[in-house]
């Protein structure tokens, strides 16, 4: 009996040293990409690059504040293209059936508003912002063995009610970066479906890490867009009316 008490307590030694708690997942996310402290001292990021659409490579630049305001835009044979914006109190992009500027409902303004604890990353501080975070457990990815981490944020609105908001992140076990983040779509033409998003190429950035690889797929499906980023700057000037709806 004492010699099996003995194994039982050794196997679970040697498995409880190896555990990883999904806190000490994340802190070693944010530690090896640059650290809480720089994360938090982020005023906004600007992102410029590719993105591959039937066939041709259009210009993209994607910027993110911590107040909250945003805006992805692209050019197309000239034309600059604002596909999503947010100046903190209103949503707006390019309706690309009439290919005119249009306000957003009051639901998606009001999802953008209740997203607004992501930057720089949902992960900082979460427990603050009174976001929840769970580990599942683990997964392979492509070949590359992950901890499954759910993130419970804020509900978002969806036909004047709330529903849960669900991120689940996957993080590579041997250098805790996300290289896959899956979620369902709750509104809009593309409801019910689950997306991934795929991190890859992280480079780093005046101390922090980017991925400058994002891939976005529907899950299941073979049809994917790639995004491959060129150039990231920290703390970017930007003018408050680039955020602001164009009619």
């Not at 504040?65 to 947010?86: C, D, H, P, R, V």
């Amino acid at each position: 009996m004492k010699k099996t008490l003995f194994i039982l307590g050794f196997v679970m030694f040697v498995f409880g040293a190896n555990a990883q708690t999904v806190d000490e997942i994340i802190n070693n996310y944010l530690e090896n990409t640059g650290g809480a402290a720089n994360w938090a001292k982020l005023s906004g990021v600007k992102m410029e690059g590719k993105v591959a659409v039937q066939g041709m490579d259009l210009p993209i630049e994607m910027v993110q504040t911590k107040e909250g305001k945003m805006y992805m835009k692209f050019s197309l044979q000239g034309q600059e293209i604002t596909q999503q914006a947010f100046d903190g109190n209103e949503a707006w992009g390019m309706n690309f059936m009439t290919m005119k500027p249009e306000k957003s409902d009051s639901e998606t303004t009001e999802n953008m508003k209740r997203n607004l604890g992501d930057f720089p990353d949902p992960f900082l501080n979460y427990k603050e912002k009174g976001f929840k975070a769970e580990l599942i457990g683990k997964e392979t990815v492509d070949g590359t063995e992950t901890f499954k981490v759910k993130l419970t944020k804020k509900p978002l609105m969806v036909d004047g009610k709330e529903v849960e908001n669900l991120v689940f992140y996957f993080f590579d076990t041997e250098n805790f970066v996300p290289i896959m983040v899956e979620q369902e779509v709750k509104y809009g033409p593309a409801k019910g479906v689950t997306s991934q998003t795929m991190f890859s190429d992280y480079q780093e950035v005046d101390g922090l890490y980017f991925a400058f690889s994002i891939t976005e797929k529907a899950k299941g499906t073979p049809q994917s867009q790639a995004i491959n980023i060129t150039k990231v700057i920290l703390n970017p000037s930007v003018d408050d009316a680039a955020f602001k709806f164009k009619d």
